[in-house]
């Protein structure tokens, strides 16, 4: 599959879609790897495509990559960033990550975070598997599912 082919199916699927929103924008790939491409829309109007929580964001991401699943009948992965919100958002759950671990094993018990969707969580897993002394799982079923992060030398919460 070509991936330029791909990049112009994206351009014109994603360009309708903020053509009808009214919204004045510009597209630019970022980064494509084997299994996924990336992308950034820079537009004034951002806060209207990223949404509350980036509830909006992730349904225009998973639209496209559905439309893509339809035309091409094969899973392309599309990771759409809006001026740099995915990035902000990433920093920040790092940072939570380190403070709930550090929580974690100062109080020897588990550390539970707030609800997050599936690509928040494995942000904050790939952190915790990098610190010493804990480890994560994830709990919950659905919008509730959360990471609770153990501590190590703790066998309970």
Same mark, same amino acid.
């Given at each position: 599959?070509?991936?330029?082919?791909?990049?112009?199916?994206?351009?014109e699927k994603l360009g309708q879609m903020l053509d009808l929103l009214g919204i004045k924008y510009e597209i630019?790939?970022?980064?494509?790897?084997?299994?996924?491409?990336?992308?950034?829309?820079?537009?004034?109007?951002?806060?209207?495509?990223?949404?509350?929580?980036?509830?909006?964001?992730?349904?225009?991401?998973?639209?496209?990559?559905?439309?893509?699943?339809?035309?091409?009948?094969?899973?392309?992965?599309?990771?759409?960033?809006?001026?740099?919100?995915?990035?902000?958002? +990433? #920093? $920040?759950?790092?940072?939570?990550? *380190? &403070? /709930?671990?550090?929580?974690?094993?100062? @109080?020897?018990?588990?550390?539970?975070?707030?609800?997050?969707?599936?690509? +928040? #969580? $494995?942000?904050?897993?790939?952190? *915790? &598997? /990098?610190?010493?002394?804990?480890?994560? @799982?994830?709990?919950?079923?659905?919008?509730?599912?959360?990471?609770?992060?153990?501590?190590?030398?703790?066998?309970?919460?």
């Open positions: 599959m070509d991936q330029n082919d791909i990049k112009n199916k994206i351009n630019e790939f970022v980064e494509s790897e084997a299994d996924s491409i990336k992308l950034e829309i820079k537009t004034e109007q951002s806060n209207l495509l990223i949404g509350y929580h980036g509830e909006t964001l992730s349904s225009l991401q998973h639209i496209i990559n559905v439309m893509l699943f339809k035309e091409y009948e094969e899973q392309i992965r599309v990771v759409i960033d809006i001026s740099g919100y995915r990035q902000e958002r +990433e #920093r $920040k759950l790092i940072e939570l990550a *380190i &403070s /709930a671990a550090d929580k974690a094993r100062f @109080i020897n018990k588990s550390v539970a975070l707030y609800p997050m969707n599936s690509y +928040e #969580r $494995k942000i904050v897993h790939e952190k *915790i &598997s /990098a610190l010493e002394g804990v480890s994560s @799982i994830s709990e919950g079923e659905g919008y509730n599912r959360r990471v609770i992060i153990v501590p190590q030398s703790s066998s309970s919460s």
